[in-house]
């Protein structure tokens, strides 16, 4: 939280998530082993820091999209509702404490209960809010969206339902039974989901930070891509080799490089051959002959000329190889690493390494 290029509201929101789970999680812990004073007050008070968990994950994924401002804002009402409650749990053991004979804590334990059923229906609540931001509101995410696929997002809503599911199942058993073993395999899981959430939240949005960074300044020209030479004459392919040809093959490529198309992951020969007015056969004749490449090839040897600009500029020393590959065209981490090896001979950290 205190290192300065991380310091921004999305990562708070995202430590708060897995300190509040933590906070949760260690009171439990120190209640099952008996590491509790006998005070009344100490002994009947449980802090209910599970109900910030989905307040703080709905911050994070509204700041994280970039939406804070398009969507409603529970924050401060879930912070309030949050001193309400520790206030009334106060209130309940005091009247226990000094008005109930022999402190019978049967009412403390009830109003647990109203409060867990409570607290249960809001974190639903904010739920469905965050699933429909997420999968029915597209137009309000078509900005990240064009960065992050969010399917890492999307599986943690759908791993997270069925944590509320078994929260409302122990709820229930608990409440007729007064069994609190069921809680067990919720707190495992909502641990095991949460610190997962927090490695790929804190590192997608790190990324998705530094692709914005570099998307602008490819779009602000400031590390333009210089048109490779054309291939010498190939002595076996005479007959292709003429001046029309290699017009027509330095159209295709100044097409290429001054409308950065080479940066899109899904570009196609059919899709840039329909464009020039050129048939399938013909392109990628042209790009054969006088690139000395196969399309794909080509495709990824203008990818990583981009990728070495930025790695090899002092401006750009700070954001992630990651987001360097991505934001060049391709579409993930190992289709980066091996494509720069095979045009350069040495991985994009080693490269970098060397300015």
């Excluded at 931001?133 to 078509?142: A, E, T, V």
């Excluded at 590192?203 to 590390?223: E, F, M, P, T, W």
């Excluded at 001046?243 to 097409?255: G, I, L, M, S, Y």
């Amino acid at each position: 939280m205190f290192v300065k290029k991380k310091c921004d509201r999305v990562i708070v929101f995202l430590n708060l998530t897995v300190l509040f789970i933590s906070l949760n999680n260690l009171q439990r812990w120190l209640i099952d082993n008996d590491f509790i004073s006998d005070l009344f007050l100490i002994k009947n008070f449980l802090v209910p820091w599970y109900f910030l968990i989905m307040p703080m994950f709905y911050a994070f994924t509204t700041h994280f999209l970039k939406v804070q401002d398009k969507v409603n804002d529970y924050l401060k009402i879930s912070i309030t509702i949050f001193i309400v409650e520790i206030v009334l749990h106060l209130c309940v053991i005091s009247y226990v404490y000094y008005e109930v004979p022999d402190r019978d804590i049967s009412i403390i334990l009830h109003y647990n209960t109203i409060e867990d059923i409570f607290n249960l229906f809001y974190t639903v609540f904010l739920f469905v809010n965050t699933c429909l931001l997420i999968f029915r509101r597209n137009q309000l995410i078509s900005y990240v969206l064009s960065y992050d696929d969010l399917n890492w997002i999307k599986w943690f809503i759908r791993l997270g339902l069925f944590m509320i599911i078994f929260w409302a199942v122990a709820l229930t058993i608990r409440t007729l039974t007064g069994n609190e073993d069921t809680y067990l395999f919720l707190r495992l899981g909502m641990s095991i989901l949460l610190y997962w959430m927090g490695y790929q939240g804190f590192y997608k949005y790190n990324v998705l930070r530094d692709r914005i960074v570099l998307r602008s300044s490819i779009g602000a020209n400031a590390v333009a891509l210089a048109p490779p030479n054309v291939a010498e004459q190939n002595a076996d392919d005479d007959d292709f080799f003429n001046e029309k040809h290699k017009t027509d093959f330095e159209t295709v490529r100044d097409h290429i490089i001054e409308n950065k198309l080479y940066l899109d992951p899904l570009l196609s020969m059919e899709t840039l051959a329909t464009e020039l007015g050129m048939s399938k056969s013909y392109f990628s004749k042209l790009v054969n002959s006088y690139s000395d490449y196969n399309f794909s090839d080509f495709i990824n040897s203008l990818r990583v000329e981009q990728a070495k600009q930025f790695l090899s500029n002092d401006e750009f020393s700070e954001y992630t190889i990651v987001a360097v590959g991505l934001e060049c065209g391709f579409n993930s981490k190992s289709t980066f690493y091996s494509a720069f090896k095979k045009f350069t001979s040495e991985t994009p950290s080693t490269f970098r390494d060397k300015f």
